[in-house]
């Protein structure tokens, strides 16, 4: 399972995406029928559907039709000027679990324990982002952080503000006991309530 590179990045990172996952031989054809990114990393809801009655749906539950969807997970990089990508499939328990809750409401059911536990890890982290901010609601982390300054907060007041000619909004954080702006990674996956 190593990663595959290119000497040349594709014209449409999506289009060639979505071409490593569409796939047909005699028994099977595969094509995705959702395709969403986040950062760097692609996931894909793969529609397989049966040319045989007898095809094995490999863990899935297939319908009348013969056809099941399962999830696709695609890793990208760039490195040095090439493009690299590695696809894992649901049941090999991907690290990266940040599908949106529409792509999971399109996968079939499955017996698959990686593919099971990584849907929950999805759901979990789905139901953090859906969590909602506004300028200057304030917010309490459970876990306090220690920053650079080698002070450990975790009491915030939020701040949003949109800059001249940005798209969108700038967040970042005032401590409540020390006033100082500070940001915080990987907010929306913290544990947090609003005070």
Request: positive net charge.
């Amino acid at each position: 399972m190593g990663w595959t590179c290119h000497y040349t990045p594709p014209r449409d990172e999506r289009a060639e995406i979505e071409r490593l996952v569409t796939f047909e031989n005699e028994e099977r054809a595969m094509r995705p029928v959702l395709t969403t990114r986040k950062g760097s990393v692609w996931y894909l809801a793969v529609e397989v559907t049966a040319k045989t009655k007898d095809a094995d749906p490999y863990g899935y539950e297939a319908d009348a039709l013969g056809r099941y969807v399962f999830a696709a997970v695609i890793l990208t990089r760039r490195d040095n000027g090439e493009w690299c990508y590695k696809d894992m499939e649901e049941s090999m328990g991907p690290h990266e679990a940040q599908a949106p809750q529409k792509l999971l409401d399109l996968l079939s059911p499955t017996t698959k324990e990686y593919a099971l536990a990584w849907r929950a890890r999805c759901k979990a982290s789905a139901a953090l982002a859906a969590r909602k901010i506004a300028h200057g609601d304030t917010i309490r982390l459970a876990e306090p952080l220690e920053f650079s300054d080698g002070i450990a907060r975790d009491t915030f007041t939020v701040q949003r503000e949109r800059f001249a000619g940005a798209r969108r909004a700038t967040t970042h954080f005032l401590c409540q006991k020390t006033g100082a702006a500070c940001r915080i990674s990987r907010f929306m996956q913290r544990a947090w309530v609003k005070v």
